[in-house]
Structure formats: structure tokens, C-alpha cells
């Protein structure tokens, strides 16, 4: 059996108004869905029961960087096109827009800033040529 594991090393995030980041740790968008329960008084056995939503939820990205205190975040920017690239050359393309920015700056380490990107609409996935 082939060794399929893959690391993070050379992930890279484009936005489309060119912020610019140094990349520490990604964590990609959550995808989630809704459960409508559908159980009543005649349900059989009395287990719940439960129908997907036909709405799903693309979820946040959460990236920590380097902070560098005289770089603008763009968190009043409307929604842009951002592209993550894996190391494999797949990439997740999708609308979105910044909701959080918490910067941290030790006294003993590097700064760092993580950062929430909320996904609105559908993730469009390329795999790698």
C-alpha cells in the first residue's frame, strides 16, 4: 500500500485584493449541513429520526501568520475571491471575507496574528493537474 500522508509544507492563500501573508498554520473551511428532525408521536420504536437540509454551510478558514504591526489587515473588506493551493497543486477557490484578526506579541517569540475567514457560497475544488 502506497504512504498517501501529506504535510501542510507550501500551502499558500491568495486574495484577491493582494493581502499578503507569511503562512504558519491553515486549518481549511468546516462544511457542515443541518440535521431537521423529523420525529413525532408515531415514529416506530421511538427513535429519533432526522432528514438532511438542503442548506449547507461552507464554514470559517483559520489561518495563524506572522504579524507585522505595520501591514493593514483588510477585516472592513468586502467579499473577495480567495484561492487556497495545497502543496499538491489542488485548490479550494471560494468567495469570503474576514471576521476576525487576533494578534498576539510575546515577549519571548515571534509575533502572530490568526485570522478568521468566513466562506460565503460554494467551495470550488481543482485538483492537481
Do not use: C, Y
Request: hydrophobic share 40%; glycine share 6%; no cysteine.
Amino acid at each position: 500500500m502506497a504512504d498517501t500522508t501529506r504535510t501542510g509544507f507550501g500551502i499558500g492563500i491568495q486574495f484577491a485584493n493582494g493581502f499578503f501573508a507569511e503562512i504558519i498554520d491553515v486549518t481549511p473551511p468546516n462544511q457542515t449541513r443541518e440535521a431537521i428532525e423529523t420525529t413525532h408521536t408515531q415514529t416506530p420504536e421511538g427513535w429519533a429520526t432526522f432528514e438532511p437540509s438542503d442548506v449547507a454551510d461552507a464554514g470559517e478558514l483559520q489561518v495563524e501568520m506572522a504579524f507585522h504591526p505595520d501591514s493593514p489587515v483588510p477585516v472592513k473588506q468586502p467579499k473577495e475571491s480567495i484561492t487556497i493551493t495545497f502543496p499538491s497543486g489542488t485548490t479550494w477557490a471560494f468567495l469570503g471575507f474576514l471576521t476576525e484578526h487576533a494578534p498576539a506579541a510575546p515577549i519571548d517569540d515571534r509575533m502572530t496574528a490568526s485570522v478568521t475567514i468566513k466562506v460565503s457560497g460554494k467551495i470550488t475544488v481543482t485538483p492537481a493537474p
